[in-house]
């Protein structure tokens, strides 16, 4: 069974910067698809960015777009996010997601595997 572990979540100011990660434990299986999303209390799960790691396709939420950053070093086989400008409106619990399919789609349904979530606070 493959599991998708994040870390790196944490308290930062606004104005800060985090840096995500998520890393696939158990069977070793290559996605199409990776991305992050995100879910404050009382909402529901938001897509932040995902990538096509085969045709380099990458989506961002309008409200990341120039502030976060996708990224992949394939030798770990991890994927990151690069959260700069940090604003309590992004405080959230923040999920990895990775799908077999080929488009990097906004929708968390397309998804087929999820981790257990990393919790970002920014405090004002």
């Known amino acids: 069974q493959v599991q998708l572990v994040e870390s790196g979540g944490g308290l930062v100011q606004a104005g800060g910067s985090l840096r995500l990660s998520c890393t696939p434990s158990?069977?070793?299986?290559?996605?199409?698809?990776m991305g992050w999303f995100r879910q404050a209390p009382g909402k529901e799960r938001e897509f932040v960015a995902a990538?096509?790691?085969?045709?380099?396709?990458?989506n961002y939420a309008d409200s990341v777009k120039g502030r976060f950053t996708i990224s992949r070093d394939n030798a770990k086989n991890t994927v990151f996010l690069q959260m700069n400008s940090l604003e309590p409106e992004d405080t959230a619990l923040y999920y990895c997601a990775a799908s077999s399919g080929r488009w990097p789609s906004l929708r968390p349904n397309d998804y087929d595997a999820w981790g257990q979530g990393t919790q970002v606070t920014v405090s004002s």
């Open positions: 990538k096509n790691w085969i045709f380099g396709r990458i």
């Open positions: 158990g069977r070793t299986f290559s996605w199409n698809v």
